[in-house]
């Protein structure tokens, strides 16, 4: 979910939230002419107990904690996502020392970042550029949508394929939209289940983020662990320490902050 990590989400995602660097996309093994809107549909089902559960969201709550691939902690994001194009995150340090903040109410955007040390101090506030603010918006649409195909106006959901994420034969839907924000998930080709997802950075990296274990929160399927990877080498481990569904988030969380 939630997404890009910094460490971006994807609820199944996600994270978008979850920015490292560059992995090889899912091996081809053939093609075949399987439309993507019968892959997300069956996605969708298996992301849910019932249908209801997915209409009834509305906006979410993620508290991840990280590793790196030696085991040494990676700090603290908290990711907040609301109607209709609204995303927070919140990245800490290790020890807590900092804190930098990312944030759009889907018309603009900014970053705070806090000395924690120096209570009192206050934060140094800088705006984000329109082109990333759009990217943004589309983050937070797609993690809402559990793995809905972007309107048309905003861009398109394509089959990529069959492949092999972690030896569990999937298949493969790109997601591009018009802002530049760009994915690829790929769902086991049994289950339908997420097994994978690419996410394509402006500077044309990719992150693998790779789900270890799910867990169920009022009926829909979430990450639990996650493995990140940089080609072929495993560069981190994720986990969804708190999953929040339609939990009430304020107005003033995504309200531009004071100088």
Do not use: C
Request: no cysteine; charged share 25%.
């Amino acid at each position: 979910m939630v997404g890009t990590f910094d460490p971006p989400m994807d609820p199944l995602r996600t994270l978008a939230v979850l920015a490292l660097a560059a992995v090889l996309p899912a091996q081809t093994l053939k093609l075949d002419p399987k439309p993507a809107d019968e892959i997300i549909s069956k996605a969708r089902t298996a992301a849910s107990k019932e249908p209801k559960y997915l209409e009834r969201v509305t906006s979410l709550h993620f508290e991840i904690k990280s590793v790196d691939k030696d085991g040494k902690a990676g700090g603290l994001v908290v990711l907040q996502i609301a109607p209709p194009y609204r995303r927070r995150q919140l990245n800490y340090n290790p020890d807590y020392s900092a804190e930098v903040i990312q944030t759009t109410n889907g018309l603009e955007g900014w970053t705070a970042q806090r000395d924690m040390t120096a209570p009192g101090s206050r934060a140094a506030v800088g705006i984000i550029r329109f082109e990333e603010v759009a990217r943004l918006r589309d983050m937070a649409s797609n993690d809402l949508g559990f793995f809905a195909a972007p309107d048309p106006a905003a861009g398109t959901a394509s089959y990529k394929g069959e492949g092999n994420v972690g030896g569990r034969k999937t298949v493969s839907v790109e997601y591009a939209y018009r802002s530049g924000f760009r994915l690829v998930r790929h769902f086991d080709a049994q289950s339908y289940q997420l097994a994978a997802t690419d996410y394509f950075q402006p500077d044309g990296k990719v992150l693998r983020q790779q789900i270890e274990e799910i867990q169920w929160v009022e009926g829909l399927a979430f990450p639990k662990k996650e493995k990140l990877f940089l080609g072929e080498e495993k560069v981190a481990e994720i986990t969804y320490e708190k999953v929040a569904v339609n939990p009430e988030i304020p107005e003033e969380a995504f309200a531009f902050p004071q100088r």
